[in-house]
């Protein structure tokens, strides 16, 4: 073969080469995961509420007829064989004799507007482009259900196809390439319940490379800065009936990635800015119910529901019931926490709550009740954020702690004596503060109610005098240079 030829040749095998990979999505690589909540609601039996997570992931390798495919488990067992080839998904299931384990295709993304394909019955997987298909399984042709692909857009890069029932074009169902349908990856040919049964099975999330790639309907962007992570804490002050306590949360990894565990509480996910609090009693079950506690791509204007109590009935004939608040963003700036700018949210809506992004909410962790620990949380009936803190790293500090559980108290005077060291005068907008102590002043912080800092000087003894001061409640912390001694406390200005 001429040097040319061969050259060209070759350049053409790379293109192809080149282009196969770009073709292959999360469909073709090991260890995507789909999760999926499977909810039966058996009202008629008497057995209550049951639910449960299902796992479909992709394994290792295999060849058949030649073809390379990969191993499809369901909760970790072989369900079949799995493959992508171009804008092709295709599943071949194990056999069982009857003859329909023939390959199928799954999904085809090549559709476009107005194709038309069929579904066959629940439990047979797949779907035809014509009749014929679907009579060499040895399908009933009669409960063939015609589609047609009513919408085709590009999300995130990805092609997305809209399909519906021809004779209702309602109830579109959402093809996402690489992901699946979002009524279930697999469980969309799931078999109807026939003892009353109410069964709900929808896709909850994918994760592939140790990255959630969607959930709970969203794709994920990554634009954001994360909020959570591992090691990250936050306490908060409950005040009860009788008595005053603090209490902890902390999150670790779990082993659904991008999860982190909460305890008996619950899990807790982000995605795109969103903060998503997933309630169960361990981590191996389907959580009771899913709700967006934060949302920091929120506006002034807009509207915020939150999950207020929660009544966890358990028994045959009543359900569980979701109380929910409507906040609105009333305003929206940016503040520096511990030397970070980071976007704060201010909600009202019956009740007033201040969001920090990173943080969170200033008056509680999570801005709903817990499942778990209903009769304390209804009894605590004032609650403020402490601190927050990654690791060591303090994130948080209400000013009128010392640190997470310690109160500083309305005055501090020195530790070697009785006598005050500073003296501050409040007046029309104007704070001003005088240094009487012999040793020498070094930094003055002040901070708003909500943590924000609004100065941060270096006294160098003498006076200092802040202007433009709101209404409202600051707090003030003057740092020793050359003691380890500190003077804070609180002031207010009308």
């Not at 003859?99 to 066959?120: E, H, N, Q």
């Not at 979701?322 to 704060?344: P, S």
């Not at 009740?351 to 009740?369: A, C, N």
Request: charged share 25%; proline share 2%; hydrophobic share 35%.
């Amino acid at each position: 073969m001429p040097m040319k030829t061969k050259f060209t040749f070759l350049c053409c095998l790379a293109m192809v080469w080149c282009a196969s990979l770009a073709a292959q999505t999360e469909f073709s690589k090991t260890g995507t995961c789909w999760y999926m909540p499977y909810e039966h609601d058996n009202i008629f039996a008497h057995k209550g509420y049951h639910t449960r997570m299902d796992l479909y992931r992709l394994g290792e390798d295999t060849l058949l007829a030649g073809e390379s495919w990969k191993k499809l488990y369901y909760n970790e067992k072989l369900q079949g064989a799995f493959r992508e080839v171009g804008k092709k998904v295709w599943y071949k299931p194990l056999p069982d004799g009857t003859g329909r384990d023939l390959p199928r295709v799954l999904y085809d993304f090549s559709m476009r507007v107005g194709d038309k394909f069929y579904y066959a019955e629940y439990e047979v997987p797949g779907i035809f482009r014509n009749e014929e298909e679907a009579e060499a399984l040895g399908l009933d042709l009669s409960v063939l259900q015609e589609m047609t692909v009513t919408r085709a857009d590009t999300v995130e890069g990805r092609r997305v196809l809209y399909v519906a029932q021809t004779n209702w074009l309602v109830n579109e169902e959402r093809w996402i390439e690489g992901i699946g349908s979002e009524c279930g990856f697999f469980e969309r040919w799931r078999e109807f319940a026939t003892d009353g049964s109410i069964i709900n099975t929808r896709l909850l999330s994918v994760v592939t490379d140790g990255k959630t790639l969607y959930f709970n309907g969203e794709l994920v962007k990554n634009e954001l800065p994360p909020m959570l992570s591992e090691g990250m804490s936050w306490h908060q002050e409950e005040e009860g009936y009788d008595e005053t306590r603090i209490v902890s949360y902390g999150l670790r990894a779990t082993d659904v990635s991008g999860c982190y565990s909460l305890g008996d509480i619950g899990l807790i996910q982000e995605i795109n800015g969103k903060i998503y609090y997933l309630a169960c009693n361990r981590i191996d079950e389907f959580p009771r119910f899913i709700a967006c506690c934060y949302d920091f791509t929120l506006e002034k204007g807009d509207k915020a529901v939150v999950v207020n109590t929660v009544h966890d009935v358990m028994t045959q004939y009543c359900p569980k019931t979701i109380d929910y608040d409507t906040l609105y963003v009333t305003d929206v700036d940016t503040v520096e926490y511990n030397g970070i700018a980071r976007k704060r949210l201010f909600l009202d809506g019956g009740q007033q709550d201040v969001w920090v992004e990173g943080i969170g909410s200033l008056k509680r962790f999570i801005p709903f009740v817990s499942l778990n620990d209903q009769e304390n949380w209804n009894m605590a009936y004032s609650r403020r954020l402490t601190c927050c803190y990654r690791g060591d790293e303090c994130l948080y500090l209400h000013p009128d702690y010392i640190d997470c559980t310690t109160l500083k108290g309305e005055s501090v005077h020195s530790a070697k004596g009785t006598r005050t060291l500073l003296d501050v005068r409040v007046s029309d907008g104007t704070a001003a503060f005088y240094w009487t102590g012999s040793s020498r002043a070094d930094r003055l912080y002040v901070y708003a109610a909500d943590g924000g800092k609004v100065a941060d000087i270096r006294m160098n003894g003498g006076t200092v005098e802040i202007r433009g001061l709101k209404s409202g409640i600051y707090y003030y912390r003057l740092e020793l240079e050359d003691t380890e001694e500190a003077v804070a406390g609180k002031l207010l200005v009308r």
